[in-house]
């Protein structure tokens, strides 16, 4: 009986490792030589982007506008996402939206939260102050703020406190970087509901986010002037702050990262550094740069699905 158990067990084994093989990873979408390009192939429709506002399936459970944080009369609230029937706590996943921290919603990254809810994670979308509202660091505290949130209240919502990831894109990408790399600077922290709780998360997701806001580029845009709230030649120390790549430490979590090459927002660079001080420090990273994209690349399908699948690949490896 145990002879079979064990032959069972190993021709499973092979089956799993078998399917695995013939799925093969896909190549990098084939992007365009420049943005008058991309533009006209949109304008064709030749290239389809995603429904932004999908339809939750009824095989997930909705937590619509829960409160993490009160900053006065501001409500600031999070969205959860639970696959039904959930038998054990697995892996929570913590997207925050891009919008030159000065616009967005926790709905805009919709596509995301079902489809990982429906691959077995809890995902959840945050709200946080806007740089019209409050200045850096504001929306850090108030991201780390629903980070503690999240896992104080991991039970309630079958969450592995555990395993955390953040995920974000254009600002939203800064934030989660902010997360994921400051975890014990408590200057960055604010006053939260769950102070004692750690904000620490165990993987980052950086779509096309800002990493270095010290550049001739960042410090010349208004919108990041917005952010700081004055001119760099003002408060070059608090740029440096504001800044990811100069917190990375070799202890920081593993962190993906995606990045289109004709990015007018966010240039391409600002990731390159990333990736280069990461690997400088031991801390894995994978980095996916691809050829002829721009900001906000993971609008169109073809780019969409190809992030889905390394972001799933990288969730498995580091949270499950």
């Not at 039970?155 to 555990?162: G, L, Q, V």
């Not at 001119?231 to 920081?252: G, H, M, N, Q, V």
Request: aromatic share 10%; charged share 25%; hydrophobic share 40%.
């Amino acid at each position: 009986m145990q002879y079979r158990r064990t032959l069972i067990f190993i021709l499973t084994f092979m089956l799993i490792c078998s399917a695995r093989a013939g799925q093969h990873a896909p190549k990098p979408p084939r992007g365009y030589a420049n943005h008058t390009l991309l533009k006209a192939a949109a304008a064709l429709k030749l290239l389809k982007l995603v429904d932004l506002k999908p339809e939750v399936p009824e095989n997930l459970n909705v937590y619509k506008d829960l409160e993490y944080k009160r900053v006065g009369d501001h409500s600031l609230k999070l969205d959860i996402y639970q696959p039904k029937n959930l038998r054990h706590p697995v892996p929570g996943l913590i997207f925050i939206h891009g919008g030159s921290w000065k616009s967005g919603h926790k709905e805009d990254y919709l596509v995301y939260l079902i489809a990982f809810a429906e691959r077995g994670y809890v995902t959840a979308s945050i709200t946080y102050r806007f740089s019209q509202e409050a200045i850096f660091p504001a929306a850090v505290a108030d991201a780390k703020c629903a980070v503690r949130y999240i896992r104080a209240h991991a039970k309630e919502y079958s969450i592995d406190p555990e395993k955390l990831a953040v995920i974000g894109g254009s600002a939203g990408g800064h934030l989660a970087l902010m997360i994921g790399y400051s975890s014990e600077v408590s200057s960055l922290d604010g006053k939260c509901s769950a102070d004692s709780v750690s904000s620490r998360v165990q993987a980052v997701v950086d779509l096309y986010g800002p990493t270095d806001l010290t550049t001739d580029f960042a410090i010349s845009k208004k919108v990041v002037q917005d952010f700081m709230g004055k001119p760099y030649t003002e408060a070059k120390e608090i740029y440096r702050a504001a800044s990811p790549l100069f917190y990375a430490t070799a202890d920081d979590p593993p962190t993906l990262i995606f990045h289109g090459t004709i990015d007018k927002v966010v240039p391409v660079k600002q990731s390159d550094r990333l990736k280069a001080k990461l690997d400088s420090l031991g801390v894995p990273c994978e980095y996916h740069k691809l050829k002829g994209w721009p900001h906000t690349m993971d609008a169109a399908v073809p780019v969409n699905k190809y992030c889905q699948y390394y972001m799933n690949e990288f969730f498995n490896k580091y949270l499950k």
